[in-house]
């Protein structure tokens, strides 16, 4: 199993990027599958995730309605579409999957700054 995270970058605040994570070894339509992130000095977040069943998603207070979730079963990769983004944003973004254990990605930097 592995996850890969990529579309991290420097953008300014307003702006908005998107992250992705493919998996291989399972399908992401088949188990929960969630976004992370942790800032210097702070505790890892929970920012977003997707169940399996009815696709239904949740989200951090911090990112409602600016962050939105979604996954393509066909590429087998979870999304992270990010707007409107704040210099609080600043962090590494992490993919977690939790299936028959928790599998993670490596992380990808997001820096949000003018």
């Known amino acids: 199993v592995q996850l890969v995270e990529s579309g991290g970058g420097l953008v300014q605040p307003g702006g908005s990027l998107r992250l992705s994570c493919t998996a291989s070894?399972?399908?992401?339509?088949?188990?929960?599958m969630s976004w992370y992130r942790q800032a210097p000095g702070k505790e890892r977040e929970l920012v977003a995730s997707?169940?399996?069943?009815?696709?239904?998603?949740t989200y951090a207070d911090s990112v409602k309605g600016r962050f939105d979730i979604s996954r393509d079963n066909a590429r087998n990769t979870v999304y992270l579409q990010m707007n409107s983004l704040k210099p609080e944003d600043t962090a590494v973004y992490l993919c977690?999957?939790?299936?028959?254990?928790?599998?993670w990605g490596q992380g990808t930097q997001v820096t949000v700054s003018s």
């Open positions: 977690a999957a939790f299936t028959w254990r928790e599998f």
């Open positions: 070894g399972f399908a992401v339509s088949a188990y929960p």
């Open positions: 997707i169940m399996n069943y009815r696709a239904t998603t």
